[in-house]
Structures are given as C-alpha cells and as structure tokens.
C-alpha cells in the first residue's frame, strides 16, 4: 500500500465504532497469497478490520468476503480502496452515507440475485459503479455480489466475454456496460426468467434451509427443469450434489416425466466427470427408471474398471428391469 492509503485506512480504523470482521477464502490458486497479503496489512493498519481466514467454501478461486453476500475477487487498492471501506462501515452498522432507495420487490424475490461487477485497477470510472452496488447485498437479503478484477482474473472475464469494464452481468445472462441505473437493475431482477437463472444462484437456493424442495417447487411450477441445474449434479463437492439429488427425488414425486428432463444432461455429462459424480449419476439413472442411459448402463456394469461403479451400473439396470416387469 502507498503512504496515502495507509494514512486513508489509519484514518478509517479511527471512524469505526466496533471491530469489523471480513473473511479471506483461500484455495491452492497462487493469487490467494495476494488477496492474503493485503488483507493482512490491512489489519495492521487498521487493526479494528480483522481477517478470519478459511479454505475456500466456495470454488477454487480466493475470495474476500465482507457479511454474507458480498465477496471480492481482487485486490482493492488505488481507487478501490475507498469503496470496498465504504462497505465494511456497513458492517459497522454505523451507515456513514444514506442508503440507496430500491424497488419493494427486491425484498420478495423468490430465487437469489447473483450479480457480478467486472472492474480493473486502471478503470478511473470503476469505483463509482462498484460504490453504487456496493449496498445492495447488504439491504436486499437475496441479492449477491462478487467484484472481479477482470486483470487478475483473466480467466473469469473470459468466460463472461468481457471486453471493457466496468461490465455488470446478473446471472450470466444480462449485462450493462458502464452506468447501471439501480431501478433498471432492480426491474431486471424481479422480472428475470428463472430457466436462465446461473448454477451459482441455483446452489444459492440449495443451499438454504430447505432450499432442495423449494428448488424442485419451482420447476414442477415452470414445467422444465433448469439448464443450469445439471451443473448442480455434476459438482464436485458431494454436499452440492446430496442436495441436487434430493431435489430430483422429490421432483420425481411431483412430476416424474419432468424429472426425466435431468437424464440427457448427465449422459452428456458422464464421460468427463469424475468416479463419485458417475455413481450418484448411475444412482439417479435407476431412481429414474431411465431407459434412455440403458446402453450407458450396459456398458458400465460389463467394462467400467472400478468396480464400485460396475456394480451401481448393475444396480440401475435390476431397477429400470423390475420396473420393466411390472408395467
């Protein structure tokens, strides 16, 4: 940090009325250790901010989070930095500066609001639309925001096909390049298509108490099954894919042909993904009653080296066969 950033924090840490916590996810990725190399200067000159660091809970990318919803996938330094403390003095509960009026909707939503603002160092019209977002996860309890240096991560902006900043994209599908106008915003939230909603705001939704039934409520109201969802099945972390799984089965109960929807996304899925996804998918394919992964199955329970899966590929074909029977 400069001179001017120090004296900028010292003098921030002074303001504060209690001691604030932020959260440091930290993963394998090396530009972990620049988001931990700030954070930790950060408390040293401001030691009312303190740094509780965890393994990543939600990827493989490092992160800062600040409450619940807010991350930063960046380091906040030169003109970021003052917006990223305009957030923590939210935690403060001390709101140095008014907050924004939105739309009555937003405290209704019905799925979560996953918003990515896409930033670098050398934008000077940036921290202007990050300070104008910046509130918003904190007074809309369903709405998630995640600041992305698109130069330290190259790899994010690509994938969203970024080519100026700042870019704002809500569930990977809308975007506003430069000035968003938060009612805009807030309309776009409530009135979105949730066939188009993300696998990250889907996993939001999983995630809450419940959230598995909810999820399986919805699309038997929508009648499809979300493209997104089979994102969710073919996670690696096995407590994101119980969850998916548990939403099948009770949309299985609801409409079982609407269940069906899930079957061709796991095919294509299956060959690339690894050993516990192609059980759970192998599982799922005989809860299904899938007669469409027979040549899948087949195969899987005559070759499949591991023995586990030939075994769950058995397994699947005895249940599609007794349903067989039984019609």
Known sequence: MTPQEKETLAAFNNRLAKPVDIRLFLSDDPRGRDLQAFCRELSEVAPHIRTVEDPDETGPLPAIRIGERLRYRGVPVGKELEPFLEALALLDGNHWAALPSLPEELNALEAPADL???????????????????PLPFVATSIYLTVIDGTLFPEIAAAHNIKSVPTLVLDDHLRWTGMVDIHELGRAVVNRDPALLSSETLGRILQAEGGAYELAEMMHRYGKVFPAFADLLSDERFTMRLAAMVTIEDLMGRDGKLALQVVRPMLD???????????????????????????LLQQASAEDPNEEIKEA???ALEKIASDRQLQ
């Open 116 to 134: 990515q603002i896409f930033v670098s160092s050398f934008c000077g019209f940036c921290p202007s639309v990050v300070r104008r977002l910046l």
């Open 269 to 295: 899925r299956y060959a690339k993904s690894a050993d516990a996804v192609k059980g759970d998918f192998l599982y799922l394919f005989g809860e299904l009653k899938a007669t469409e992964s027979l040549s």
């Open 313 to 315: 590929a058995a397994e």
